[in-house]
């Protein structure tokens, strides 16, 4: 059931249900971000919107960690305001940043102006102090490949993937979807401390097996450059 052709040391961590991969999750999380505490002065969590992430976020806030000293930010976000029900920082602020988690200093993507053009460079701003590479990175995976908002159909996919560019984020406009978006490039988001792929259900499992058919072409499943070695896959039913 589970053969997809990954590639070699990606390890895979198969639940019956999402309650089950989320505590997993989350055990492997707070232990990562409790490691680099250790040794560093703070530490980066980059999550990820949508309803996968949800009983990751309700049993990870709860964990006894240093928040003060963990930034916490997505990985993208739409371009809406912050009240708006598609807003990922909504979800992260109602979901994640309660309880112990608090304290977590949160790095926004949104920031005033009308498109994500006129408020890149407040972006920039805000993330001035976010230290590459990450420590922690959740993502997800969407149907069609996309992971973060590098979506295949975005005019600007070939700015977010390159990893020779210094931006860290860029504006995204993909046709598909209905709102305009802001995303970590593929520069900010690689070689990640401890990078998890969070999925659910057996569509996503049969995208990934696609995925993996031909890693090669990005472009066209930007979620293939993250297929490599040292990959955690987090799925559930």
Same mark, same amino acid.
């Given at each position: 059931m589970h053969d997809l052709g990954?590639?070699?040391?990606? $390890?895979?961590?198969?639940? $019956?249900?999402?309650?089950?991969?989320?505590?997993?999750?989350?055990?492997? *999380?707070?232990?990562h971000l409790s490691e680099r505490l250790l040794i560093a002065p703070r530490a980066s969590l980059v999550v990820s919107g949508g309803s996968t992430p949800l009983p990751f976020f309700e049993a990870l806030r709860e964990k006894p960690?240093?928040?003060?000293?963990? $930034?916490? %930010?997505?990985?993208?976000?739409?371009?809406v305001p912050e009240?708006?029900?598609?807003?990922?920082?909504?979800? *992260?602020?109602?979901n994640l940043l309660q309880g112990?988690?608090?304290?977590?200093?949160? %790095?926004?993507?949104?920031?005033? =102006?009308?498109?994500?053009a006129e408020g890149l460079a407040a972006v920039e701003s805000a993330l001035n102090d976010l230290h590459l590479p990450l420590d922690v990175l959740i993502l997800g995976m969407g149907n069609d490949g996309h992971t973060a908002s590098l979506f295949p159909d975005a005019p600007e996919l070939d700015e977010?993937?390159?990893t020779d560019s210094a931006a860290i984020v860029v504006p995204m406009t993909p046709a598909s979807q209905p709102?305009?978006?802001?995303?970590?490039?593929?520069?900010?988001?690689n070689q990640a401390g401890f990078t998890a792929l969070h999925l659910k259900g057996d569509d996503k499992l049969k995208t990934l097996q696609t995925a993996c058919s031909d890693i090669g072409k990005v472009w066209?499943?930007? *979620?293939?450059?993250? %297929?490599?070695? =040292? %990959?955690?896959?987090?799925?559930?039913?």
């Amino acid at each position: 059931m589970h053969d997809l052709g990954l590639p070699e040391a990606v $390890d895979t961590h198969f639940f $019956d249900t999402p309650d089950d991969a989320a505590v997993a999750l989350a055990d492997a *999380v707070a232990r990562h971000l409790s490691e680099r505490l250790l040794i560093a002065p703070r530490a980066s969590l980059v999550v990820s919107g949508g309803s996968t992430p949800l009983p990751f976020f309700e049993a990870l806030r709860e964990k006894p960690l240093d928040w003060a000293r963990i $930034d916490v %930010l997505l990985a993208d976000e739409r371009w809406v305001p912050e009240d708006d029900k598609d807003s990922n920082t909504r979800l *992260v602020r109602e979901n994640l940043l309660q309880g112990p988690a608090s304290e977590a200093r949160y %790095l926004s993507l949104k920031q005033p =102006g009308d498109t994500p053009a006129e408020g890149l460079a407040a972006v920039e701003s805000a993330l001035n102090d976010l230290h590459l590479p990450l420590d922690v990175l959740i993502l997800g995976m969407g149907n069609d490949g996309h992971t973060a908002s590098l979506f295949p159909d975005a005019p600007e996919l070939d700015e977010a993937l390159d990893t020779d560019s210094a931006a860290i984020v860029v504006p995204m406009t993909p046709a598909s979807q209905p709102q305009k978006r802001i995303t970590l490039t593929l520069r900010a988001l690689n070689q990640a401390g401890f990078t998890a792929l969070h999925l659910k259900g057996d569509d996503k499992l049969k995208t990934l097996q696609t995925a993996c058919s031909d890693i090669g072409k990005v472009w066209d499943m930007p *979620v293939r450059a993250f %297929l490599k070695p =040292g %990959l955690q896959v987090y799925w559930s039913a």
